[in-house]
């Protein structure tokens, strides 16, 4: 075959080939146009929602709500919290007095309990006897010496007596000579021996007197040893007392550090207790809890003063919210916002309403409450008190109110039911320090609220209300919420006491739209 033969049969097998790659390139570049339009063509088709007949308010049936009525609340809610319990102090008792144990008592164990003035441990007591016997001793030359310094005085002040009768009797010796010399009765030799005589007589008695006051000098110093012998006396006793290692109250012995026949230090640790006389429970209170708990205060002193704390302003009064400033009576029972005294009387003077208004502020809204704690199907609970705060301000991590319950009686508890029915059977544990409890407080609301069912609060803080049989969207803000129900605040704009309360759901809801009351199941 020539070259043109084999190019021309060449030429003729590759022109089908070309034609059909054309053609696949063609087909895969429709494929996806075909789908993209089809998408749209479905889209056009079954995309868009049927517009939704809107049903006049004179034609058609009305829809069919089931409603609750919106009551004021007057009752009160309970708040609860979670806390730990923790005693109420925990002491370290320190041997006083240096020695060796001699004796231990099989109390002084970790975990038992100890009653107050119990003793725990005695250090060997020789040679603080001793001492006690030898300052008794020194008492006893103190006081000896006192009463020799006595009887030393009556007779200083007996010679006394006997010196004055001698110097008048000299005197009068002395004053008769005179008067015998003055009648030549008597020489001068006799005037000079009554002179001497009543010379040596006074000398005597400059002498007594001396030695009287030196001896009322003395009396100070040895009324002074007296005491201070007795002092080292009392010492000794105390420090001998001290030998015997008592428990400080009633609890529980958490560690202890001596053991029988060590020697100890004074200051060395003996053991740690916990007190068991009362306990304490520690718990963290959000700061909505703690505004009700300030509402609930503020409204108790306002009942109890002169000058009761009222919310200023009648859209505080209407909301909810505001500063409360003390004037008049007439608001004496709201109790409502922050306390700020006012008065000029009192601002002038600084005393009276005022400044108790102002001490009041750093208060603690102290509440009763009750500390539970589950045991398997029964609970177990002490009345206590919210009475202080736990720390010196709101908490950093958890944004909270450290709070401090107080439980005066933890051994003094009661088991109750899952239902709330008592279970004598049961003893009751003691509160022990490290339970996980629940705090429950009642607070009773210092300002008007009204109570809803939960069903009744909408989305974005709505409450939905038939009145005069169409529907009426109203804003609430909640106050709190208590069990199946929701506490709202009485409003202006809200719902207000009285009002139908819709609880069922509502296809499509519009403000005005006409409705009925559904018979109620």
Request: glycine share 8%.
């Amino acid at each position: 075959m020539t070259g043109s033969e084999a190019a021309a049969s060449h030429h003729a097998a590759s022109g089908p080939r070309t034609v059909s790659s054309a053609i696949g390139r063609w087909v895969r570049s429709l494929v996806p146009l075909a789908v993209i339009a089809g998408g749209v063509l479905f889209y056009r088709e079954f995309g868009h929602r049927p517009p939704v007949p809107v049903q006049d308010d004179d034609g058609g049936a009305a829809p069919a709500v089931l409603t609750v009525r919106a009551e004021p609340f007057e009752g009160s809610f309970e708040i609860a919290v979670e806390g730990v319990a923790r005693p109420l102090r925990q002491v370290g008792v320190a041997a006083e007095v240096a020695g060796r144990i001699r004796w231990k008592s099989e109390q002084c164990e970790e975990g038992k309990f100890v009653r107050q003035g119990e003793p725990l441990v005695e250090i060997d007591p020789t040679d603080y006897a001793l001492a006690v016997e030898r300052s008794k001793q020194e008492l006893k030359q103190a006081e000896n010496a006192l009463r020799e310094w006595d009887v030393e005085r009556q007779n200083v002040v007996e010679q006394l007596g006997l010196l004055e009768q001698d110097v008048r009797l000299a005197e009068s010796d002395s004053a008769r000579v005179r008067q015998l010399a003055e009648r030549n009765g008597a020489s001068v030799a006799d005037i000079e021996k009554a002179q001497r005589s009543e010379i040596a007589s006074r000398a005597a008695l400059l002498t007594l007197q001396s030695q009287l006051r030196m001896l009322d000098a003395r009396h100070d110093r040895a009324v002074s040893a007296r005491d201070m012998q007795h002092a080292r006396h009392q010492e000794a006793e105390l420090a001998l007392a001290r030998t015997r290692i008592v428990a400080p109250c009633d609890g529980t012995i958490v560690r202890e550090s001596v053991e029988k026949d060590a020697f100890v230090q004074v200051g060395a640790a003996a053991f740690v207790m916990n007190d068991t006389s009362a306990g304490e429970v520690q718990c963290q209170l959000e700061l909505s809890d703690m505004y009700w708990l300030w509402r609930q205060s503020a409204r108790e002193r306002a009942a109890s003063s002169a000058g009761p704390l009222v919310p200023s302003g009648a859209a505080a009064a209407a909301s909810g919210d505001g500063p409360l400033v003390p004037s008049g009576a007439a608001a004496a029972a709201s109790g409502d916002g922050p306390l700020v005294p006012s008065g000029a009387a009192a601002a002038a003077s600084g005393d009276g309403p005022l400044k108790e208004a102002w001490e009041s502020l750093y208060a603690f809204p102290a509440a009763d409450a009750e500390i539970e704690f589950p045991i398997d199907a029964y609970r177990c609970v002490w009345g206590g008190r919210l009475d202080r705060y736990g720390g010196q301000g709101f908490d950093l991590q958890t944004r909270t109110v450290p709070c401090v319950v107080t439980i005066p009686r933890p051994r003094d508890g009661r088991v109750v039911r899952n239902d709330g029915e008592p279970e004598p059977s049961i003893p009751p544990p003691p509160l022990t320090p490290g339970m996980f409890v629940t705090v429950k407080a009642r607070v009773r609301p210092a300002i008007p609220v009204i109570r809803i069912p939960s069903e009744g609060l909408r989305l974005g803080g709505l409450v939905w209300v038939m009145r005069e049989g169409v529907l009426r969207e109203l804003p609430v803000r909640v106050a709190r919420r208590w069990n199946t129900d929701v506490l709202v605040y009485a409003e202006s704009k809200g719902p207000r006491p009285g009002d139908d309360v819709i609880v069922s759901a509502l296809a499509f809801p519009r403000d005005g739209m006409a409705l009925t009351r559904a018979s109620q199941p």
